[in-house]
Structures are given as C-alpha cells and as structure tokens.
C-alpha cells in the first residue's frame, strides 16, 4: 500500500505542477528569460523535463511518506501540515538561496516556491488519505 500511496502522491503533484505551471506559465516564462520561440522551438517539447519532474516528485514523495512513517504521522490534517511544512520551511528556503545566488527575479522565485509548498503540501494531503 506504501508504494501505492506515494505513486498517487507524485501524480497528484505533477498534475498540480501542470495546472500551476499552466496558469502561471507566462509570467513563469517572462522571469526565467524564456521565449515562446524557445518553447515553440522544442525546449519544453521534449519528454525530458517531464521524465525527471515525475521521478524527482516520486523521490520526494517517497522520503515524506518515510519520514511520516517514522514520525507517526498518519493523519490527513497532520500529513497536509508537515506537507506544507517541508515545503515551506525546507524546499522552498533552498529555491530561494539558489535564486539569490543566481540573481534571479523575484517573480520567479515566488512562482516556483510556491509550487514546491503547495506541492508538498499536496503530497502530504494524498499520502494521509493512505
């Protein structure tokens, strides 16, 4: 069942990933110095990026779900609120530092760490419905 669980978690993630990427794609795409030619032209055609979104969001979804096993943690209200906590406090710290160091725009940094709190989050929610 614990493979299960983190199988729907990282799905539910990268749908999520995929109608918050699709409504902030714009301004996501003006702050990281994109083109609609470049996406146009194959960059985000590819399976690549998708290949590795999917399979990063099974590792993370599969070491919450270890963690949460660990700490006791296995209820919906509790898994969303340590979902969000990772996010929040250990995630999206660290989008924030490389953001900083990278000199990137604040634009995109508050749309790519919100994806990963609310994503988390998300991960979180589905592992406590398990």
């Not at 539910?12 to 609609?36: S, V």
């Not at 599969?62 to 919906?76: T, V």
């Amino acid at each position: 069942m614990e493979y299960l669980s983190v199988l729907a978690a990282a799905v539910a993630a990268f749908m999520f990933g995929g109608a918050w990427y699709g409504t902030l794609g714009k301004p996501w795409m003006k702050a990281a110095g994109i083109t609609p030619e470049q996406v146009e032209g194959g960059a985000m055609k590819s399976p690549g990026p998708y290949v590795i979104s999917f399979v990063m969001l099974l590792l993370v979804a599969g070491m919450m779900r270890h963690g949460f096993s660990m700490a006791g943690i296995s209820s919906f209200g509790k898994s969303a609120l340590a979902g969000f906590g990772i996010g929040a406090f250990m995630a999206t710290p660290w989008i924030v530092t490389n953001h900083a160091y990278g000199m990137r725009p604040r634009m995109l940094t508050l749309i790519d760490g919100g994806y990963a709190t609310i994503g988390c989050t998300v991960i979180g929610l589905v592992l406590g419905l398990f």
